[in-house]
């Protein structure tokens, strides 16, 4: 199994930027997508950004495309989320997920990390 541990987040302002980290560990050899999730209050899980591991393909949501940007380091076995021109909309809490493939990294499925607070004040 993968083990992700998640780091970053925290409080900004509008338009500000904050870069996410989430280091996978374990059976990672057999993980082949990683992605983004985050959820407001009251709210569904919603998609936020997914990377193939091996082809670096990416695939956003429509809301955050053109401010979020998901890369990884193969080295480090890190998924970054580096996220600019904030917004309050943007508040949740943010979770990584990593899978074999890039459906079942969009779809929720695999294994979870930890979820990071983000928090964007007007």
């Known amino acids: 199994q993968v083990q992700l541990v998640q780091s970053g987040g925290g409080l900004v302002q509008a338009g500000g930027s904050l870069r996410l980290s989430c280091a996978a560990s374990?059976?990672?050899?057999?993980?082949?997508?990683m992605g983004w999730f985050r959820q407001a209050p009251g709210k569904e899980r919603e998609f936020v950004a997914a990377?193939?591991?091996?082809?670096?393909?990416?695939l956003y949501a429509d809301s955050v495309k053109g401010r979020f940007t998901i890369s990884r380091d193969n080295a480090k076995n890190t998924v970054y989320l580096q996220m600019n021109s904030l917004k309050p909309e943007d508040t949740a809490v943010y979770y990584c997920?990593?899978?074999?493939?890039?459906?079942?990294?969009?779809?929720?499925?695999?294994?979870w990390g930890q979820g990071t607070q983000v928090t964007v004040s007007s």
């Open positions: 997920n990593a899978e074999s493939s890039m459906r079942v990294v969009v779809n929720a499925g695999g294994s």
């Open positions: 990377i193939n591991w091996s082809s670096g393909n990416t």
């Open positions: 374990g059976r990672t050899f057999s993980s082949y997508a």
